[in-house]
């Protein structure tokens, strides 16, 4: 014996449910084919369902005063296995789902499913539609395509004179920018030269600011003397950034829209030039380790950046970067922070200059350097990155203590 | 010796007489009075029996052309004015145009429409239908822009096994000429570029072609060259002509005589915006007429559909985009 | 003169023939229950969109069927099944277009009563009332071009569809022409909910003819007797090159506009007059009187068209639906005037 299923029909194009008004027949009552068993009401009419096939009722779904969508199973029938295959009954019924009236007929039975509606929200709102964009930074859709298919950015042709509406660069301003440049000497950009490219373009994407601090480095080289192997000034410079941050982080956190990304933990980069660019290695949790610790750490750290050997776990993830210009012989200079960090400690080289010192009443030689400190002007203003330097070269000060 | 456009669709239609002999005319006034354009003149002394009068019945003059064809015939039927084709707009879309999908067998009827306005002809004379029988799929539509293609076009609409509605246009009756009838022609669903050029695509149909040429040939003056695409045949529209003159130009001006919602022009430029955006160096552009009936008198016509003027301001505008 | 013309056929013009009434009969036997049916199918959910009855229409509709040759053109209205079935559609073509068989006459692109085979002379209906008669029409003026002589034209219609403008167009289009139409009219009293009262001012239907210079013939529907010779009569003349015919026969629907609607808005009155009396039955029993036939004979007939109606919805409820990923979905017999590519890109 095989049960099929008792099927809510489609009574009238538009209608999409019916209410059962009266049940004619009762559980365990034979039927025959094309039997009167369940009046329902539509809008339109009251109509009856009939049996498809001659069996027995073994189950109502369907109550009384109850409406039911098409296609909802009313109750079950058993009918017997030779009737069932003459008439086709006994694949999967063509049933409908409730809620998909519309797709086809040959899905297998399902319980007429949650018909919650999701509300529908337009996605659409206030975009901004260009109807007659001009100016400089105007770009068509196949100036678009052309830059595309060149790997070329809006920074790589900033140097092009527009000759279209209100300055903007035309597909021909491009092509003669093109052809211009195959008259000059080209050699390709490494890879490293081509990421660093991209990186200092992001960065530039913020407005950074500078500000500078001469300070007395004859602690910090007596200090230095002591030691074997001798600690890089910029580790020093590093000690005193994790230490000024570790006291107050805010000035290491990032802008994402509203808000301030705060660091987790004091993890302080430090440049190495190496071949045709710069690497960063990572020192862990600066704060937390003296200067004794950090230095042997340290060495490692610029001996395999050297020979391009950094493993990945010892790059990327810090919060602030700390680059000596003086060993270029530098004395000022204004480094860009990476894109995804807020400050860059810049170093300068020491030189002997007079220091007039109030007490002797006499100029005193002593060794100064610059330090800067540029900076994401969102996320700090001058005054916060100020004292934040002002720190800085206390703590560098006192060497002893770092 | 010089021919008009009217006379190139006179020819065509006595061609077709001529040689198949499952065609006949059917039309008011078609008969002994030769049309109310004189489409038909002499035609039904030249074949009795085949150029036949129908009383003021679009539903049914289109109705029988359906019987007809299923009978195997070809008939050409005659709506005086397209305006007029409302009337029988059920039988062509429903009834022509889903035979073949439906039954299975084509419908090789021909309708013709004489389309678009003249001065003073007002509301119900002035129509531009295409767009409308473009909408519906079963049927081809063709808009010919030119005495050659108004002969050549014509022919082959009628060998042409499925319905075609072919929208002359009256202003173009009796004021384009040319010099002979061509042997040959573009197929159908394929554009003509009426004007090569360089610097801007100006896409458009029927009586609108010449305005833009017109357009073209002035800015050439000033060193701007317009390249102008004859669409010919709306539906099947010749996509890939228009992308390639894009492609060339950067530029894209529609031009319809059409109103704006939903027209010739709008479907232009929503395939060259989703196929070819990138082609693009600035927004398509459209002009249609106003979007209100067309105005009887001939100040406010002359100012309700592009003419030469209109689409001059139009193509300087889009160039400085 | 406005007179109500009952008909203009003599008395002898038509004589019915027992053995061509007992073939109307079978034929009606066999709609009534094919109808029923369906009727039941739909209340079991097995039938997608309407399902319309032509349940006390069968002997106004087999009298078409029968009374037309092999040849001649047919357009049917809603409620032809048996006149269709008379005229020559297999049986299984009802039930392939109800089920939506992909082996249909209309490939499951139409359903229900929107089918036909044009080529062999029946017209698939379409709702739009009074548009189906120009194209009759026009079957019968390319065969006059063509010079084939001696074939008629019918379209059936309901009283409703006599209001349409393409209904006057077209009738007045073939009597100019003076071609061999019949429009042969269902006058079922009402067209959806809507009475005669609200569909047509003049006392009959029948007195139109006169102002469309036509013949005209008025029947009581629900005698198959009457109807066999009158719609005979309208046929004949017609073919004779008599001009068009119009034909009322006047009857009660008996059943909902579809089987979506109850009808209840029938009045009673109707039910339960001359008019409302089932036309099956009628000719049942005048089988009986006329012992054309006896008890024993017309319970075998009635059990092979049972038989005959449940065998074929078996075979085709066996057959499997349109698969929309096999399907040609063009709509040009000209492939290369198609936009194929383009459609592909930018439709579903």
Not at chain 1, 298 to 324: C, F, H, K, M
Not at chain 3, 61 to 78: C, E, H, M, N, Y
Request: charge should be neutral.
């Amino acid at each position: 014996m095989t049960q099929i299923p008792l099927i809510m029909p489609q009574l009238g194009e538009s209608i999409a449910e019916a209410k059962v008004v009266s049940l004619m027949v009762k559980i365990g009552d034979q039927v025959e084919a094309d039997q009167d068993v369940i009046e329902v009401e539509t809008n339109k009419a009251i109509m009856n369902v009939t049996s498809p096939c001659r069996g027995r009722l073994v189950r109502l779904v369907a109550q009384l005063n109850e409406s039911y969508p098409v296609g909802a199973i009313l109750g079950f029938l058993e009918v017997s296995k030779v009737d069932a295959v003459r008439l086709g009954l006994e694949d999967r019924p063509r049933a409908v789902s409730a809620s998909t009236p519309e797709t086809d007929s040959a899905s297998p039975v399902r319980e007429p499913e949650d018909t919650r509606r999701q509300t529908v929200q337009p996605t659409v709102r206030g975009l901004p539609v260009p109807a007659h964009v001009g100016g400089a930074s105007y770009m068509s859709p196949r100036l678009k395509a052309r830059m595309a298919e060149l790997g070329l950015h809006a920074a790589d042709v900033a140097s092009i004179a527009g000759s279209g509406a209100a300055g903007r660069v035309t597909i021909e301003d491009f092509e003669h920018f093109l052809a211009n440049l195959e008259r000059h000497k080209l050699t390709a950009a490494s890879s490293m030269r081509v990421a660093v490219a991209d990186a200092m373009r992001r960065s530039w994407t913020r407005p950074l600011a500078t500000v500078g601090l001469p300070i007395c480095l004859d602690a910090l080289l007596a200090h230095r003397k002591t030691w074997e192997p001798k600690p890089g000034p910029t580790l020093y410079g590093l000690r005193a950034l994790a230490l000024a941050l570790a006291e107050n982080s805010a000035p290491a956190g990032r802008l994402v829209g509203a808000q301030i990304v705060h660091p987790s933990s004091i993890d302080v980069g430090f440049a190495v030039e190496a071949a045709d660019g710069v690497l960063v290695p990572v020192l862990r949790q600066a704060d937390k380790h003296p200067l004794r610790e950090l230095n042997l750490r340290y060495n490692e750290l610029v001996e395999l950046a050297r020979r391009r050997q950094l493993p990945a776990d010892a790059t990327g993830g810090s919060i602030a970067t700390v680059t000596n210009f003086g060993t270029f012989g530098l004395t000022w200079a204004t480094p860009i922070p990476l894109p995804e960090q807020t400050l860059v400690l810049g170093m300068g080289c020491g030189r002997r200059v007079p220091h007039w010192d109030e007490g002797q009443g006499q100029f005193v030689p002593i060794t100064e350097a610059n330090l800067t400190l540029s900076f994401d002007h969102r996320v700090l203003d001058g005054g916060a990155a100020g004292r934040l330097l002002t720190r800085i070269a206390v703590l560098l000060a006192q060497p002893e203590a770092l | 010796m010089s021919i008009t456009y009217l006379e190139a669709i006179r020819e065509a239609q006595a061609k077709a007489l001529a040689e198949d002999s499952r065609v006949f005319i059917y039309g008011q006034d078609v008969g002994a009075f030769g049309g109310a354009f004189k489409a038909t003149k002499n035609l039904a002394q030249q074949f009795p029996g085949r150029v036949i009068d129908a009383p003021i019945s679009e539903d049914a003059m289109v109705g029988l052309a359906i019987g007809a064809a299923l009978e195997g015939l070809r008939p050409i039927v005659e709506i005086q004015f397209a305006d007029f084709s409302t009337i029988c707009f059920n039988q062509i879309v429903n009834q022509a145009a889903t035979m073949y999908w439906r039954m299975q067998i084509p419908c090789p009827i021909t309708i013709r429409l004489p389309c678009g306005g003249t001065s003073g002809s007002g509301p119900f004379h002035s129509q531009s239908m295409e767009a409308l029988y473009a909408h519906y799929p079963g049927l081809v539509v063709m808009t010919p822009a030119t005495v050659e293609d108004a002969f050549s076009m014509l022919l082959e609409a009628v060998a042409i096994d499925d319905p075609v509605i072919f929208c002359e246009h009256k202003f173009l009756y009796y004021h384009l000429k040319a010099e002979s009838l061509p042997r040959e022609a573009l197929p159908t669903g394929k554009a003509r570029i009426a004007r090569a050029g360089r610097d801007m695509t100006i896409v458009t149909y029927s009586a609108m072609v010449h305005e833009s040429l017109a357009v073209a040939e002035e800015l050439a003056g000033e060193g701007t060259e317009i390249e102008v695409v004859d669409l010919r045949s709306i539906k099947p529209l010749d996509t890939d002509t228009v992308m390639a003159s894009v492609a060339r130009t950067g530029r894209l001006l529609c031009v319809g005589e059409a109103w704006p919602w939903g027209g010739v022009t709008a479907e232009v430029i929503a395939r060259v915006a989703s196929e070819g955006l990138n082609l693009l160096d600035a927004p398509p552009q459209r002009l249609n007429a106003k979007d209100t009936p067309v105005p009887y008198h001939p100040n406010l016509w002359a100012a309700h559909r592009p003419t030469a003027h209109s689409i001059t301001i139009a193509a300087r505008n889009l160039l400085r985009l | 003169m406005l007179r109500s013309v009952a008909s203009q056929l003599t008395e002898n013009e038509g004589a019915v023939q027992p053995q061509a009434f007992l073939e109307a009969y079978r034929w009606m036997l066999l709609a009534r229950i094919l109808e029923d049916k369906l009727a039941s199918l739909y209340r079991g959910g097995k039938i997608h969109g309407g399902v319309y009855l032509g349940r006390g229409q069968e002997a106004l509709s087999v009298s078409v069927g029968q009374s037309l040759r092999k040849g001649d053109f047919f357009a049917p209205l809603i409620r032809d099944q048996a006149g269709r079935l008379a005229f020559g559609e297999p049986l299984v073509d009802a039930v392939r277009t109800y089920l939506g068989s992909p082996v249909g006459p209309m490939r499951s692109r139409d359903g229900n009563v929107h089918r036909g085979r044009p080529k062999e002379g029946i017209w698939p209906m379409l709702s739009h009332l009074g548009a189906t008669i120009a194209v009759v029409n026009g079957v019968l003026l390319a065969r006059r071009l063509k010079g084939i002589r001696g074939s008629v034209g019918v379209a059936s219609l309901g009283e409703g569809g006599t209001s349409t403008g393409a209904f006057h167009e077209a009738l007045n289009q073939a009597a100019i022409e003076k071609l061999p139409l019949v429009l042969v009219i269902a006058n079922n009293q009402y067209a959806y909910s809507t009475p005669c009262t609200r569909q047509y001012a003049c006392a009959n239907l029948v007195d139109r003819a006169i102002g469309y210079g036509v013949q005209g013939h008025r029947l009581d529907g629900t005698d198959l007797v009457e109807c066999l010779r009158v719609v005979g009569g309208a046929i004949q003349r017609a073919r004779e090159g008599h001009g068009p015919q119009l034909v009322i026969g006047e009857l009660l629907r008996l059943c909902g506009h579809g089987e979506h609607d109850d009808a209840g808005y029938i009045e009673s009155r109707l039910k339960q007059s001359p008019l409302g009396r089932d036309c099956l039955s009628l000719a049942k029993m005048t089988i009986l009187e006329r012992r054309w036939a006896d008890h024993p004979q017309l319970e075998t007939w009635r059990q092979a068209a049972f038989k005959q109606v449940e065998n074929t919805i078996i075979k085709v409820q066996h057959e499997p639906p349109p698969d929309p990923y096999q399907e040609d979905w063009t709509v040009l017999a000209s492939r290369h005037l198609t936009e194929m590519a383009h459609l592909e890109r930018t439709s579903s």
